[in-house]
Nanobody
């Protein structure tokens, strides 16, 4: 079984920084795209940032210039460095990854359990 385990959330003041990590565990043949989503109360889940296996990144307009996504393929881990945090960044952040468990298995979409990020004004 594949699991995505997130860490790094917490409470921070506006203008502060946090770094989220998400590591993949289990039977893994390969990992394609990885990303971070977030969901604020009463809102739909939205893409924050994504990164391909080759390192190509994309960001939501609201976080461009403040957040940086990166990955360590050897560690099967994706990171989200969040700087200049704003109260509107408050949400549960979810890690996502497209993973092949074996060479012959299809890509499956996996999600982490979510980690709370709260930015106080």
């Amino acid at each position: 079984q594949v699991q995505l385990v997130e860490s790094g959330g917490g409470l921070v003041q506006a203008g502060g920084s946090l770094r989220l990590s998400c590591a993949a565990f289990g039977s893994i043949f390969s990992i394609n795209a990885m990303g971070w989503y977030r969901q604020a109360p009463g809102k739909q889940r939205e893409l924050v940032a994504g990164i391909t296996s080759g390192g190509i990144t994309n960001y939501a307009e609201s976080v461009k210039g403040r957040f940086t996504i990166s990955r360590d393929n050897a560690k099967k881990t994706v990171y989200l460095q969040m700087n200049s945090l704003k109260p509107e960044d408050t949400a549960v952040y979810y890690c996502n990854a497209d993973i092949k468990a074996t060479m012959r298995s299809p890509l499956y979409d996996y999600w982490g359990q979510g980690t709370q990020v709260t930015v106080s004004s």
